[in-house]
């Protein structure tokens, strides 16, 4: 069974600290992707990564870098964390191509004081 | 703008019936179409895709109908059962691997 976890299920930061959210895939699978979950938004991608080292720009890359410098990790980083970024985050990962099912961690709910 | 549009945003259903989940999409760039299920503190779990070149695709009690020229897609879900109370995600895959999701729906099936 494939399995992601992420570090945290909750989390509460304050304004304007440095948030880091930790992914990790058990499956070497080769991408990796971090969504925001919000009522009446649906999933929107942030990045996502294709290799280690490599990443792409999702939807909404604003406020927030990400890192991959082995294959089954990948964290997402809230520079300067802001009242806008409390949110649910998701972490996924699939084996190679697009279509591959894509399987999802848990979550990390993200409170912004 | 909501690449994806689903409806409805919720939905309750008597057990042993069908639920019905409807998306809409603009962009014919978008060349696969996946369902996801998810339960509440879980994350989504694919349930069931399709491809365009093909209307209809059935997995159990899930089908997926595809109107190509329409742009919408929907899932079916006959002899519905209190276990498939979750909430639904459509979605839409363009090139590589930027995929776009409907806001959700969430189904209650009530025995």
């Known amino acids: 069974d494939v399995k992601v976890t992420q570090s945290s299920r909750y989390l509460v930061k304050r304004t304007g600290e440095k948030v880091f959210l930790e992914c990790v895939q058990d499956?070497?699978?080769?991408?990796m992707f971090w969504y925001r979950q919000d009522p009446g938004l649906g999933l929107r991608l942030i990045y996502f990564?294709?290799?280690?080292?490599?990443?792409e720009k999702g939807d909404i890359p604003e406020g927030y870098s990400v890192s991959r410098e082995k294959k089954e990790r990948f964290s997402l980083i809230l520079e300067s964390a802001s009242t806008n970024q409390t949110s649910m985050y998701l972490c996924?990962?699939?084996?190679?191509?697009?279509?591959?099912?894509?399987?999802f961690g848990p979550g990390t709910r993200l409170t912004v004081l | 703008q909501q690449q994806v549009k689903q409806s409805p945003q919720s939905l309750i259903v008597q057990k042993g019936g069908i639920s019905i989940i409807n998306c809409a999409y603009e962009?014919?760039?978008?060349?696969?179409f996946p369902w996801y299920q998810q339960f509440p503190g879980k994350g989504p779990a694919l349930l069931i895709a399709?491809?365009?070149?093909?209307s209809e695709k059935k997995e159990g009690r899930f089908t997926i109908s595809f109107n190509k020229s329409a742009k919408q897609f929907s899932l079916h879900i006959m002899d519905s059962q209190p276990g498939d109370s979750a909430t639904y995600f459509c979605?839409?895959?363009?090139?590589?691997?930027?995929?776009?999701f409907g806001t959700g729906t969430s189904l209650t099936v009530i025995p």
């Open positions: 979605a839409a895959r363009r090139s590589g691997n930027q995929f776009y």
């Open positions: 399709i491809r365009p070149d093909v």
């Open positions: 990564s294709y290799d280690v080292k490599m990443k």
């Open positions: 996924a990962s699939s084996l190679r191509t697009s279509t591959d099912t894509q399987y």
């Open positions: 499956m070497d699978h080769e991408n």
């Open positions: 962009n014919t760039a978008f060349d696969y």
